[in-house]
C-alpha cells in the first residue's frame, strides 16, 4: 500500500474514497432501505469530508513527499493572504451572480418586508456559508484542488485537470443523486457531469491566481450557502423562495462563469505560460511513470 501511495497517489487516493468516504456517505441511505432506520445525513456528510477526503490527503502526501511536501500542502491550504478582489469575487460576487441568474428565470421572490431580506441574507447566507467552509468545503477542496486536481495539472496542464477532476468530483457526488428513480438519477448524474468541468476550471483559476485552497472553499461555500444552505438550516434562495427548489440554478450558472473563464484565458486557467506540464513532478526515470497525474515530486 505504501508502494502504491508513493508511485500513485492519486489511484490510491481515489481507492480511498470511492470505497471508505462513498460507505460512510451512503449509510443513511442503507440504514434507511435495508432496516428502516433514519440517521442523520448531516452529521454523515461531514465524516465523509473528513475521513474520505481531508484525511488520504494528509496521509498519502506525508508518504509520498515527506514532510516538506506535507509542510506544502498545508501552507496552499491555510493561506488565507490573498488580495480583497478575491474575497469579494467568493463572498459577493457569486452570491450576486446566482441570485440575479435565479430572479432572471424564476421572477422576483415574493418579500413583504425589509426584515425578510435581512433574514435570509444573515441567517441564510453568512450563517450557512461560515458553517459549510468548516465543516465540508475547505476540507473537501484540500482533496479535489490541493491534491488531485493541482497534481493533475502538473502533468497534463490545467484543462485536462479540469476535465478529469470534474468527472471523478461528479462521481463523488452520486449520494445526492440517488434516490429517485433510475432515468431521475441519470439526469442528475449527467448535470453534475455537465457543470462539474466548467466548474473545477473556475476553481482552477482561482487557484492559480492565489496559491489558495482556502479561498477555492470559500467560493464553493458561497455557492452552496446560496443554494442549498448547511446543517444548520435552509440557504439565501430557499428562504427567499419557500416551497420551490431554486438551488438548481446556481451551479449551471457557476459554470458558465467557468466557460467563460476558459473562454477568457484560452484555457490556460491563471497558470503562468511558462508553466509546463512536468514542469515539477519529474516523469524522466521509468520507475516513476505513473498514470494521470501521478508520481512522486
Given at each position: 500500500m505504501t508502494s502504491l501511495i508513493r508511485r500513485r497517489p492519486v489511484t490510491a487516493f481515489l481507492l480511498w474514497f470511492f470505497t471508505v468516504g462513498q460507505l460512510i456517505a451512503f449509510?443513511?441511505?442503507i440504514a434507511e432501505?435495508?432496516?428502516?432506520?433514519?440517521?442523520?445525513?448531516?452529521?454523515?456528510v461531514v465524516a465523509a469530508t473528513v475521513l474520505g477526503l481531508l484525511l488520504p490527503p494528509v496521509l498519502f502526501t506525508r508518504i509520498a513527499e515527506?514532510?516538506?511536501g506535507l509542510a506544502a500542502l498545508g501552507r496552499r491550504s491555510l493561506n488565507l493572504t490573498v488580495p480583497t478582489r478575491w474575497y469579494l469575487l467568493a463572498l459577493v460576487g457569486i452570491p450576486v451572480l446566482t441570485v440575479v441568474g435565479t430572479v432572471a428565470f424564476l421572477g422576483a421572490?415574493?418579500?413583504?418586508?425589509?426584515?425578510?431580506?435581512?433574514?435570509?441574507?444573515?441567517?441564510?447566507l453568512a450563517v450557512q456559508l461560515?458553517?459549510?467552509f468548516v465543516t465540508v468545503n475547505w476540507w473537501e477542496e484540500v482533496a479535489w484542488m490541493g491534491f488531485v486536481q493541482s497534481r493533475i495539472q502538473e502533468r497534463h496542464g490545467p484543462m485536462a485537470a479540469a476535465a478529469l477532476t470534474g468527472v471523478v468530483f461528479a462521481l463523488g457526488h452520486v449520494s445526492l443523486a440517488v434516490g429517485g428513480s433510475w432515468s431521475q438519477t441519470a439526469a442528475l448524474l449527467g448535470l453534475l457531469l455537465v457543470v462539474s468541468i466548467p466548474f473545477r476550471a473556475l476553481a482552477a483559476w482561482v487557484y492559480n491566481r492565489t496559491d489558495s485552497v482556502a479561498l477555492v472553499g470559500l467560493l464553493h461555500a458561497a455557492a452552496n450557502a446560496t443554494a442549498v444552505g448547511s446543517l444548520a438550516g435552509a440557504g439565501f434562495l430557499p428562504r427567499i423562495y419557500p416551497g420551490e427548489e431554486p438551488g438548481g440554478l446556481v451551479f449551471p450558472l457557476l459554470a458558465l462563469l467557468g466557460v467563460l473563464v476558459?473562454?477568457?484565458?484560452r484555457g490556460r486557467l491563471g497558470r503562468s505560460p511558462s508553466a509546463r506540464p512536468n514542469s515539477v513532478i519529474p516523469t524522466a526515470s521509468p520507475h516513476r511513470m505513473s498514470t494521470i497525474g501521478e508520481g512522486s515530486s
Open positions: 449509510t443513511p441511505m432501505r435495508a432496516y428502516d432506520v433514519q440517521l442523520a445525513t448531516e452529521s454523515f515527506g514532510r516538506e421572490p415574493d418579500l413583504t418586508s425589509a426584515s425578510e431580506i435581512g433574514s435570509a441574507l444573515s441567517s441564510g461560515l458553517v459549510v476558459i473562454l477568457t484565458t
